[in-house]
């Protein structure tokens, strides 16, 4: 079946940093969406890529979607600690019906 | 507008007892899911439901847990015979075909 994975597991930064999660799938995606969830919380929409080679941009955030549609990354720039959370990639593959999540990177910063 | 609503919030039962969990979708959203979250894990599906189609139950972990939507708009899910292993957070999500998700607060469910 469909595997997507995610790295790194964990991820702490210091205020200010970089930060990059990366998602790999076993099988080519027709999208790629990824969520954040806050300590506590629960998983809430960030962005949808579909194109192969799409890049879109939030604020400080790069969503990329690779050129063979099996990986994607998220690139926060200059964190900040209300960038915390656990952040997820979500994907379809083929003829599936519906989304398998990532395992999620577990973001901290610290001020 | 109304997000998705899930209830009860918390849930705590004793090893045994069976439990239903309510999701209550966003109007007009034909998919709804539901996933399953250990602390500090990732999300583990469960079970989809679209439209008048088939439910999709691959995810469903045993045959005690079972789930329903009625008039394509509420879900339950229940769990029969509760074991320990089954406490978790367990989040529902309503969305359009292949669009975003929206998820509800999750019922955080303990057996004793």
């Known amino acids: 079946g469909q595997q997507v994975m995610q790295i790194p597991q964990y991820q702490h930064v210091q205020e200010g940093e970089d930060f990059t999660t990366y998602c790999n799938s076993s099988t080519t995606l027709s999208n790629i969406q990824w969520y954040k969830q806050r300590p506590g919380g629960h998983p809430v929409f960030l962005i949808q890529l579909v194109k192969s080679g799409e890049v879109k941009k939030q604020k400080r955030l790069t969503f990329q979607f690779g050129e063979a549609k099996k990986n994607s990354s998220l690139h926060i720039t200059a964190t900040q600690t209300t960038d915390v959370g656990t952040y997820f990639c979500a994907g379809i593959a083929g003829s599936a019906r519906q989304l398998t999540f990532g395992s999620g990177t577990q973001l901290t910063v610290l001020p | 507008g109304a997000g998705v609503s899930q209830s009860p919030s918390n849930k705590v039962t004793e090893k045994g007892k069976d439990v239903e969990l309510r999701c209550d979708p966003i109007?007009?959203?034909?998919?709804l899911y539901w996933y399953r979250q250990s602390l500090g894990q990732g999300l583990e599906f469960l079970i989809y439901?679209?439209?008048?189609?088939?439910?999709?139950k691959s995810g469903l972990p045993s045959d005690r847990f079972s789930a329903e939507r009625t008039g394509g708009s509420v879900s339950t899910l229940t769990i029969q015979r509760t074991q320990q292993e089954d406490s978790a957070v367990y989040l529902c999500?309503?969305?359009?075909?292949?669009?975003?998700?929206?998820f509800g607060p999750g019922t955080r469910l303990t057996v004793t």
């Open positions: 999500a309503s969305s359009l075909v292949t669009y975003e998700q929206y």
């Open positions: 439901f679209q439209g008048n189609s088939a439910p999709d």
């Open positions: 109007s007009g959203h034909t998919a």
